[in-house]
Structure formats: C-alpha cells, structure tokens
C-alpha cells in the first residue's frame, strides 16, 4: 500500500484506535503500539503515537499516570475518560457512516 495515502488515514483515525483500545482498559505507550499492529493497523512509530497520547490527554479524552516499573522504567499509563468514550461513540458512528459509501464505491465490480 502506498505509505502517503496510508498515513494520511492513520491521521484521520489513529485517535480513534487509540480510544478504542482503552476502551478495554489502561495501556502505557509501547503496550500500545502493539496492540494497533497486532489489529492490523500497521506499524505505529513513536513519533506518531505519542503526539496523539499528548493531544487525547490535554483534550481531557484521556488521562495519564506515570508508574514505577517491576523490572524497568518507569511507564505512563493512559486511561480513557468518560469524555472520551462519548468522543469514540460519536467519531466511531461518524467513521463508519464515512467508510461504508466509500466500501460500497471501491468494491463496486470488483468481484465480477
């Protein structure tokens, strides 16, 4: 897949991935990045990644806690908020009606 057009995607939903994974309960970065490649999305870098966390955080969608690691650094433990699952119900509502017209456009003869 062309790697312009799939980063231009991932800008528009990774904060909804992001959400969607702390649905299921508090992550810290790494944790993450897993998860998002482990669903399919791809490798997330970093760089890409962290920025999203700031802006979910200083938006109030999610929360963050510094912990003291077992064996390890420290981590940074991200939690989403109430505000933040309303903000994945609407933006996962609204991804949806987005996606299925264009499903509909680009699978349209592909099969015959």
Same mark, same amino acid.
């Given at each position: 897949?062309?790697?312009?057009?799939?980063?231009?995607?991932?800008?528009?939903?990774?904060?909804?991935?992001?959400? %969607?994974?702390?649905?299921?309960?508090?992550?810290?970065?790494?944790?993450? +990045?897993?998860?998002?490649? +482990? +669903?399919?999305?791809?490798?997330?870098?970093?760089?890409?990644?962290?920025?999203?966390?700031?802006?979910?955080?200083?938006?109030?969608?999610?929360?963050?806690?510094?912990?003291?690691?077992?064996?390890?650094? %420290?981590?940074?433990?991200?939690?989403?908020?109430?505000?933040?699952? %309303?903000?994945?119900?609407?933006?996962?509502? %609204?991804?949806? +009606?987005?996606?299925?017209?264009?499903?509909?456009?680009?699978?349209?003869?592909?099969?015959?």
């Amino acid at each position: 897949m062309d790697s312009d057009r799939r980063g231009q995607w991932l800008r528009g939903v990774l904060d909804l991935c992001v959400l %969607a994974l702390l649905r299921e309960g508090e992550s810290y970065g790494y944790q993450l +990045a897993q998860a998002l490649e +482990a +669903a399919g999305i791809g490798p997330i870098q970093g760089g890409t990644l962290y920025p999203v966390l700031l802006r979910l955080q200083r938006t109030g969608l999610v929360t963050a806690e510094w912990r003291e690691g077992a064996s390890g650094p %420290a981590r940074k433990y991200y939690r989403i908020t109430d505000s933040g699952r %309303a903000t994945l119900r609407q933006g996962g509502s %609204a991804w949806l +009606a987005f996606v299925a017209p264009v499903t509909g456009l680009v699978t349209k003869g592909v099969d015959g």
